[in-house]
């Protein structure tokens, strides 16, 4: 009784037009905030750490397949690290070792703060785990003959470095402003 009394006020108070072009307009912001997330994303995985500890001689190995890149696009590449409470320092050292800018492996070892000077964590987080974003390469020119691979360890005294949940590899189309 008190649920069609509910039912028969909101069908009242708004005529069923506009009832309809609210549902279009919610399915519709929907649809695209679910698009423009992957817009350009041609490659994104994951490593799940195993019980949130990395060890220094667990090389991650994130194996790319060309077809899906276009040869006259650039592409940016992301480190995307994800750590959770019992991440003990405000940055990481890693090591890469890629081919996606030569048909010879290129190594580098480089230094990302993962928290600001008052330990407050960059990135985004929700239940305790923090997600962040690391440039790596940008404006990339990558062909489609060739298999690519980026390959990620851990360089830190720890061994095992505790807090790290997921790292990942994320390559996006650079958008030109072209159509």
């Not at 070792?97 to 000077?117: E, G, K, M």
């Not at 785990?129 to 720890?158: E, F, G, K, W």
């Given at each position: ?7 028969t ?13 609210i549902r279009?307009l919610?399915?519709?912001?929907l649809?695209s905030?679910?698009l423009?997330?992957a817009?350009g994303?041609?490659y ?24 899906a890149?276009?040869?006259?696009k650039?592409y ?14 405000r940055d ?15 190594s580098?070892?480089l230094h990302?703060r993962?928290?600001?000077d008052y330990?407050?964590?960059l990135g985004s987080?929700?239940g ?21 691979a980026?390959?990620i360890?851990?360089t ?10 997921k790292?990942?590899?994320?390559v996006v ?7």
């Amino acid at each position: 009784m008190i649920r069609r009394a509910t039912e028969t006020c909101l069908a009242t108070a708004l005529p069923e037009s506009m009832m309809r072009s609210i549902r279009f307009l919610v399915t519709g912001l929907l649809f695209s905030s679910l698009l423009s997330c992957a817009e350009g994303e041609v490659y994104y995985r994951f490593h799940h750490i195993e019980n949130g500890r990395w060890y220094r001689d667990s090389t991650l190995v994130f194996s790319m397949d060309s077809v899906a890149l276009h040869p006259a696009k650039r592409y940016d590449v992301t480190i995307e690290i994800t750590t959770n409470r019992a991440y003990p320092y405000r940055d990481l050292w890693v090591q890469i070792n890629q081919n996606l800018t030569d048909t010879l492996f290129r190594s580098d070892t480089l230094h990302y703060r993962l928290a600001d000077d008052y330990g407050r964590w960059l990135g985004s987080g929700a239940g305790g785990l923090n997600q962040l974003s690391l440039p790596y390469l940008s404006s990339v020119p990558l062909v489609t003959t060739c298999p690519y691979a980026v390959h990620i360890r851990q360089t830190m005294t720890d061994d095992p470095l505790a807090g790290i949940e997921k790292v990942g590899v994320k390559v996006v189309a650079v958008n030109d402003g072209k159509p």
